[in-house]
């Protein structure tokens, strides 16, 4: 058997299982309870969708324009679930014939994310009955998971980690704030926030005992490439499905002949996307401070050169907050 080459923080891997049991769902008995969705409700709210810097729409296509990007929002979720439940699979694989504790913890978030896929995947079939025809996710889970578990695993758990920390970002920050939400829409994310604060510990724990494994810098910079790249394919998928969602909200509200509109809608739909599944992870603090910890500041500096052409990609809200303060100081 293989050594360990960090000692493990057992009590923390112990308490993830303990919550995990603590406040553990189930999808139609706590979450959908024979609901559906309704049409008048928004979904993904203004510090996500970004809707609110079109001024040109009118408040029921505001509103059309954040069920388009909540039914993406949920779609995107199960795609990238798949990817996470192999990865964390396949380095139980260390925990096996080794600490009990940590395998078990590992195990639940598996299992947990099986059951996310199934809650995404009912969701897709409420909405899709009734919004208009037309939508696509072309998306594929399988073919997004080949692509990123042929990456090393430092750098899928980085992807990982990055992305459970800003899904409860967004529910803390943006959906559970937010006034006159679809409430069926609010309650998925807020029972999917909860099991995922768990998996966020863990992808910290297997990411720093990944890191412990690396043999040199030379393993360590191609680890950050494998980062890089992985960035890189999230944002073409985010292209996309940008322009795919762009698309059917311009047909669907017949604006599609209108150009200078259709740029503007085209180019704020993908900011916002670059926005929730990039960039307002790599603003969190825990995220940073990790990362931060893990590389050199020459990695650092070329992961922050990667990501620069990205970094316009957040709310006009937030800027404009930001200028502010930087005016008083
Ligand atoms: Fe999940
Ligand atoms: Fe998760």
């Not at 996310?116 to 072309?138: N, S």
């Not at 940008?242 to 311009?250: V, W």
């Not at 669907?252 to 929730?276: C, D, F, P």
């Not at 960039?279 to 603090?285: A, D, K």
Request: aromatic share 10%; charged share 25%.
């Amino acid at each position: 058997m293989e050594t360990q080459a960090i000692p493990l923080d057992i009590s923390r891997y112990a308490r993830t299982i303990e919550v995990s049991k603590r406040i553990r769902w189930d999808i139609d008995h706590d979450v959908i309870r024979g609901r559906s969705f309704d049409l008048d409700h928004t979904f993904l709210p203004d510090g996500l969708s970004l809707a609110d810097e079109l001024a040109f729409l009118s408040p029921a296509e505001h509103r059309f324009l954040s069920q388009v990007q909540g039914r993406t929002y949920a779609n995107m979720f199960g795609v990238v679930e798949r990817f996470i439940g192999a990865k964390m699979l396949e380095v139980s694989r260390d925990h096996w014939l080794g600490d009990q504790t940590a395998l078990e913890a590992l195990v639940r978030f598996t299992d947990e994310e099986l059951k996310h896929q199934e809650l995404f995947r009912r969701i897709e079939l409420l909405v899709g009955a009734d919004m208009p025809a037309g939508y696509r996710f072309d998306v594929s889970a399988n073919d997004v998971a080949a692509f990123v578990l042929g990456k090393c695993t430092w750098a899928v758990l980085a992807l990982t980690c990055h992305i459970e920390l800003f899904s409860q970002a967004h529910y803390r920050a943006s959906i559970d704030a937010a006034p006159d939400l679809s409430p069926l829409f609010k309650d998925v994310f807020l029972f999917h926030w909860k099991e995922e604060s768990q998996h966020a510990i863990i992808d910290e724990l297997e990411w720093q005992r990944e890191d412990a494994r690396l043999a040199s810098e030379a393993e360590r910079d191609a680890a950050v490439d494998d980062l890089i790249a992985l960035v890189g394919g999230v944002d073409g998928i985010l292209q996309a499905q940008a322009q795919a969602d762009a698309t059917y909200f311009l047909t669907t509200i017949g604006m599609a002949g209108h150009s200078e509109r259709a740029e503007q809608m085209n180019a704020t739909v993908l900011k916002a996307y670059r926005w929730q599944y990039i960039v307002s992870g790599t603003l969190e603090p825990r995220f940073q401070t990790l990362l931060g910890r893990l590389v050199s500041s020459a990695q650092m500096a070329r992961i922050q050169a990667a990501l620069a052409p990205l970094s316009y990609a957040v709310p006009a809200r937030a800027e404009a907050m930001n200028a502010m303060r930087a005016t008083v100081h």
